[in-house]
């Protein structure tokens, strides 16, 4: 693989830094933690704001709206300048704006604020999954599954901390400043590890979801379709199906983030043992399962409550590594230069995170939430079908077909 020098001429691409590995957890962490330290603070925002339901929900679409938007552009970004450069604006944007969350107070300002800082998860979120692709192709053993097990704890701490601030009493400028300085202590440790490589001359910045980059983008889609519900309709489930109150009821998305977070840990070792398209296939059919037994057991009773959290739980578990088999997937269109693929897929998965839960409630709207969610498990039982396709490389399909 070549890249493109200052004065157009191509030359051997450089090693990967030494602390590429090392490098690469820590950028996950870090996009962890900056993603889920929003959460905390959207109580706050709509408290300056003084805002509705309706009116907060329009709101944080701009959130959505710049992440979406964006992750198509980070492909071409990263083809360009390479993932350091990309990695570093994006989290300075994000430590940037992360101390104004808890402090707007008009609304128009609060829009725009939400829309960069989408944007610039979204840019660091394709960033750090194009170097992860990188580093993983230079390893003998997997190594995917690990860092987004990284991710999954960023997100954990990230939303206890800002829950122990807020339980203080902390004031709101330093709400998102501590979350700023804990990114910027982890760019300092990540800096030497970080990729500055670019795409090799006359490679595509920019890539349209289509032909096994859409197949692996619909997929994407229906698998954050399912993690959407989990975060939106969990606790509504529990609450009103399950005989939850609503304290208790956010219990049903904790075991789901706690087993994905297991999973993932665990997610490289299977993967070496097993390998990708029975961890795809086993993943994917024990997230549909928990959905059925979810909606399965029903009514308030001990064994509906108890059901109902075991199949969040089998959610988040089937679930963790089936997202970085993908990824992986995609890298492989172009491993010269994932960023642009990889664009695509996470794009299409992003629009099925915030979309999914809005079509789960049209449909629960027709017919009932249980029945909305046994759909989502008929669409993660058909994802397993795709395990063949989705885990044989390109390069191996016969001539001719």
Request: charged fraction near 5%; proline fraction near 7%; aromatic fraction near 6%.
């Amino acid at each position: 693989m070549t890249i493109t020098t200052g004065a157009g001429a191509a030359e051997p691409a450089p090693a990967l830094p030494v602390r590429a590995v090392g490098a690469t957890r820590l950028t996950f962490l870090a996009l962890g933690t900056a993603n889920a330290a929003f959460a905390p603070l959207v109580p706050v925002l709509r408290n300056n704001l003084g805002l509705d339901h309706t009116a907060l929900g329009l709101l944080l679409l701009c959130f959505g709206i710049g992440s979406v938007t964006t992750m198509p552009l980070a492909g071409a970004l990263i083809a360009r300048f390479g993932c350091r450069r990309v990695i570093l604006a994006a989290v300075a944007v994000l430590m940037a704006l992360l101390p104004l969350l808890p402090v707007l107070s008009h609304p128009a300002a609060a829009a725009a604020v939400l829309m960069a800082f989408g944007a610039g998860i979204g840019t660091l979120d394709v960033a750090v999954n194009a170097q992860a692709l990188m580093v993983a192709a230079t390893r003998s053993k997997p190594v995917m599954s690990g860092f987004h097990a990284l991710f999954s704890a960023g997100g954990l701490a990230g939303a206890l901390s800002l829950g122990a601030l807020l339980a203080a009493g902390a004031p709101p400028l330093l709400l998102g400043s501590a979350v700023s300085a804990v990114l910027a202590g982890l760019m300092a440790l990540a800096l030497p590890g970080l990729i500055a490589r670019r795409s090799a001359a006359g490679g595509p910045a920019f890539v349209l979801p289509r032909g096994r980059a859409l197949v692996l983008g619909l997929l994407c889609f229906i698998i954050f379709m399912a993690e959407g519900a989990m975060m939106d309709w969990s606790a509504l489930f529990l609450s009103g199906y399950r005989g939850f109150d609503i304290a208790a009821a956010s219990l049903g998305y904790a075991a789901f983030s706690a087993a994905m977070a297991g999973g993932r840990f665990a997610g490289d070792g299977l993967v070496r043992r097993f390998g990708e398209r029975r961890v795809m296939l086993a993943g994917t059919l024990t997230a549909a399962a928990g959905l059925g037994l979810t909606v399965a057991l029903t009514g308030p009773t001990p064994a509906g409550q108890a059901g109902a959290l075991a199949g969040f739980a089998l959610v988040g578990l089937g679930a963790a590594n089936v997202v970085p088999v993908l990824f992986v997937a995609a890298g492989r269109i172009n491993p010269s230069a994932p960023g642009p693929a990889v664009a695509s897929v996470v794009s299409l998965g992003y629009l099925g995170l915030l979309t999914g839960p809005a079509f789960i409630g049209f449909v629960a709207g027709l017919t009932t939430l249980p029945l909305a969610l046994a759909l989502v498990a008929l669409l993660l039982a058909a994802v397993a079908g795709s395990a063949p396709f989705v885990t044989n490389p390109p390069q191996t399909r016969r001539p001719g077909r």
